[in-house]
């Protein structure tokens, strides 16, 4: 059994930050792939941000140069770093990891149940 559960969600002025975290546990591995997605009511969950266990990045061209994505691969935990926040990054925002389980072969998606980050005066 594989949990994400995230973490650092709230409400911020347009312009602040706020960082979020999402840590792994259970029956786990390795995780490949970890990352960030995000939701408005309405609209299609998008991709915000992915670090691969090599720290290869990725990011979605609305949050590049103002978000930024690490993890700490031991403690299998990947953290999002908002900053200039804009009342568009306003939606639920959803950890994502593809996780290798004890005694899987291959991995597997998994999601948090999201944290919601409300960007408004």
């Known amino acids: 059994q594989v949990q994400l559960v995230e973490s650092g969600g709230g409400l911020v002025q347009p312009g602040g930050s706020l960082g979020l975290s999402c840590a792994a546990s259970?029956?786990?591995?390795?995780?490949?792939?970890m990352g960030w997605y995000r939701q408005v009511p309405g609209k299609q969950r998008e991709l915000v941000a992915l670090?691969?266990?090599?720290?290869?990045?990725s990011y979605a061209d609305s949050v590049k140069g103002r978000f930024t994505i690490s993890r700490d691969n031991a403690k299998n935990t990947v953290y999002l770093q908002m900053n200039g926040l804009k009342p568009e990054d306003t939606a639920v925002y959803y950890c994502?990891?593809?996780?290798?389980?004890?005694?899987?072969?291959?991995?597997?998606?998994?999601w948090g149940k999201g944290t919601l980050v409300t960007v408004s005066s």
């Open positions: 994502y990891a593809v996780v290798v389980a004890l005694g899987s072969p291959y991995g597997m998606n998994y």
């Open positions: 259970g029956s786990i591995r390795s995780i490949n792939t």
């Open positions: 670090i691969d266990r090599s720290g290869t990045l």
